[in-house]
């Protein structure tokens, strides 16, 4: 082997590595373009995801319109006592300014199943012995003015003078959850 | 002086390191290198162009998938506080289904009372598990049913019938127990959609 030979094997080498510069840039470009199309196909899914997404929201949206204005109207109602000893100075400032004859008045928080917004409420247990009129008025008045109290139960039974009445009644006020 | 030819000869020494040429087909390699060298130029060009367009294309989806998946998270958060107050609405409607003032229906019982009756009794509960439903006790002063029947018509008057029915007369002392539950009225709003609060 002379010069001329070993001259051209080391051309040839860096033919070789010419070849394999041109190679590596390709394979480069390959393993990018592949990344880029599985950015393109996780884009793609992302996109159907997002419309899928949003055309459950505005189907849910569609279908609880009434519930949601219901819920709009009803909230502050409900929100207007939150606590069981607010709900019960404000039924006793009720049955006092009513001025009628009571009993007794007993006020217990009882638990409500199968209702998570309303895990508790303040039951007010009274006894009245009054005029039959001024007795319905009252508690119709109640169930109006406060429309988020339970009447859970009533009774009325005769008096110990002869125009009375007694009302022996149960009123849940509801302790909704913020 | 005159030198011999063959001693002229004689003179010249022995190139011995000119080596022989090479073969011919060898003489394509410093061609093939040229060549090699503008095609490996030219490709590498057109690659590097690619690879940078595909590196933009890459960063614009993962962007774009970023900013979609954002989204479907927000899309999906505003999903999770709709259903919540869904089953906040629907837990008030439950309640409200069972807070329908009883004043109304104790007035009608009441005033649906003839003038030869006597209320000895009445008593209104709301079932524990369904407060829907009202549990009604009327013990009467009767020595018929007849007055049974108008009471009942009055209570049909205000939206409610009555199961499961039973009723004792004895001794002038007429028993009723019947379980109310309210059907809704022709003019009635769709189920889900109740009145406003008074």
Not at chain 2, 46 to 75: C, E, G, P, Y
Not at chain 2, 81 to 93: F, G, P, S, W
């Amino acid at each position: 082997m002379n010069n001329k030979h070993i001259s051209c094997g080391i051309i040839a080498l860096l033919i070789l590595a010419l070849v394999q510069l041109t190679l590596w840039a390709q394979n480069n470009r390959i393993k990018v373009q592949d990344e880029a199309d599985k950015a393109q196909m996780a884009e793609d899914d992302a996109s159907s995801q997002l419309l899928r997404e949003q055309s459950q929201l505005s189907d849910l949206r569609r279908q609880s319109a009434d519930l949601i204005e219901f819920l709009r109207i009803w909230q502050p109602y409900f929100l207007t006592i939150d606590n069981p000893q607010s709900a019960e100075v404000n039924m006793s400032m009720r049955v006092k300014d009513a001025n009628l004859l009571s009993l007794s008045q007993r006020f217990e928080t009882t638990p409500v199943k199968g209702n998570p917004s309303i895990p508790s409420s303040m039951k007010a247990l009274l006894t009245f012995e009054d005029d039959y009129a001024r007795l319905m008025n009252w508690l119709g008045q109640i169930e109006v003015q406060m429309p988020t109290i339970r009447t859970s139960n009533v009774r009325l039974s005769k008096g110990t003078r002869a125009n009375d009445i007694r009302m022996d009644v149960a009123l849940e006020q509801p302790m909704l959850t913020k | 002086m005159q030198i011999s030819d063959r001693q002229i000869d004689d003179f010249k020494t022995d190139r011995k390191d000119i080596s022989p040429p090479l073969p011919v087909v060898l003489r394509l390699v410093p061609i093939l290198f040229y060549c090699s060298i503008a095609v490996a130029l030219i490709l590498s060009s057109i690659f590097f162009l690619q690879f940078r367009i595909a590196i933009a294309k890459r960063d614009n989806h993962i962007a774009q998938t970023s900013s979609l998946v954002a989204q479907t998270q927000q899309s999906k958060n505003e999903r999770a506080a709709l259903e919540a107050q869904i089953k906040k609405a629907t837990d008030i409607q439950n309640w409200v289904n069972g807070a329908r003032p009883l004043q109304p229906l104790l007035v009608e019982i009441t005033r649906s009372m003839g003038p030869k009756t006597s209320l000895l009794d009445l008593s209104l509960d709301r079932a524990v598990d369904d407060p829907g439903k009202i549990l009604m006790a009327i013990k009467m002063g009767a020595d018929s049913t007849k007055q049974l029947d108008l009471t009942m018509a009055r209570i049909s008057s205000m939206n409610y019938r009555a199961f499961s029915p039973s009723q004792t007369l004895g001794r002038g002392v007429l028993d009723y127990k019947a379980t109310l539950v309210r059907k809704l009225p022709q003019n009635s709003p769709p189920d889900g959609q109740l009145e406003s609060p008074q």
